[in-house]
């Protein structure tokens, strides 16, 4: 991209008015070793991350992770221009940091498949700042404090991010709700399909898949809007359904069990127990 090397090693703001040129006018893409925050605007290229295409003719965010893959796809043969912020940060600098840990438990850096981060015009302004306070810190003369004061900046800037997207989560309530419609129908369908629970019991990872979301995007969605987790959604749908069974036929609490994908009866026994309170005997004692 003909940019000039880093000030510092492990870490690097770019402002894309400084790219003067793509690697490529042809659809290319990239993968990076390290983590990239970009905030884009005024982009007449498409960029396809994950099963999504991103359009930025308003602000957006996204996050990428080390070995992420993305396509730039140029249109009709124009020149790329584009304008915003890209922050890369190498692993190796949240090395023995508690930030190490925490990155990877931000829920957007694993929207791959889904959506980025609709900023407003007040939460680029804010962003931006925190950018070109980094930006002026690394290229400072490093001290023993440059890398406590880029790394809480860095820490910040995540926060913000995460308190947009769940903004972002809020203000798109309609969407989310049938999101939310498709996710029990999806569950009611697997939990009615004897061949599909003799497989075992449906996962997350399944769920998500059937959305076409990630699975990281689907808990975060369904903890805004329930406050229960995508595993809980599941489990109490099993409940459900074994309430059911338990007070409307006289099979087996293992019948029932391994009917519903548990390949053990004690394992049944234990989450009903978790979730009601009362074992299956119990329950369909209570209810008789």
Known sequence: MRLPQPHHPLISIINYAE???????ERFSLVFDFYS??????????????QQTYDFDAG????????????????NGETIRHSGWMLLVHPDF???????????????FGYTVHEALFVSEKEEDIIINLMQQMQLESQANLDQ??????????????????????????????ANQQLLERLENILAEFLSDSEMLSQGLPTVQYVADRLNVSTNYLSVMLKVLTGQSTQQHI?????????????????????IAYQLGFEHPQSFSKLFKTKTSLSPVEFRRSFN
């Not at 790219?19 to 490529?24: R, V």
């Open 19 to 25: 790219i003067k040129q793509l690697p490529s006018a």
């Open 37 to 50: 925050i970009s905030l884009k605007r005024d982009f007449n290229a498409k960029l396809k991350y994950g």
């Open 60 to 75: 957006i965010m996204f996050f990428i992770a080390p070995g992420q893959v993305f396509g730039i796809e140029p249109q």
């Open 94 to 108: 949240l090395w023995n940091t508690p930030a190490a840990a925490a990155i990877k438990h931000y829920a957007y």
């Open 145 to 174: 404090f440059s890398h406590s004061v880029i790394l809480a900046q860095l820490e910040l800037l995540l926060t913000y991010a995460d308190r947009f997207y769940h903004r972002q989560f809020l203000t798109r309530k309609i």
């Open 235 to 255: 489990h109490d749908k099993l409940i459900e359904k074994a309430k059911e069974k338990l007070s409307l036929t006289d099979l087996t609490v293992s019948e």
